[in-house]
């Protein structure tokens, strides 16, 4: 659980794991965040590359701001 301002968030994603019978390796895909996917030769293998994959995917990147930007820092827990 994670607080912005004072209000709770509660963030729920999806994964999605799936076996290639073609390849024989296992993929991973959160659908609602665009690019962030994995694969690996096991389900487990491939589930916990994905949680590696997410935190690369919310890790945050230099942006230019205008100086009348703010910016906030959040941590979903």
């Known amino acids: 659980m994670a607080y912005f301002g004072g209000v709770k968030l509660n963030l729920k994603l999806r994964l999605l794991v799936e076996h290639d019978k073609e390849t ?5 895909v959160f659908p609602e965040l665009p690019g ?8 487990a293998e491939a589930t916990a ?8 995917w919310f890790e945050p990147s230099p942006l230019p701001a ?9 941590t979903v827990t």
Not at 36 to 41: F, I, L, R, V
Not at 49 to 56: D, F, G, H, I, V
Not at 66 to 74: I, M, P, R
């Open 24 to 28: 024989g390796r296992w993929s991973a």
């Open 36 to 43: 962030c996917t994995s694969a690996g030769d096991t389900e």
């Open 49 to 56: 590359n994905a949680y590696k994959a997410l935190e690369l």
């Open 66 to 74: 205008s100086s009348h930007a703010k910016w906030f820092e959040l």
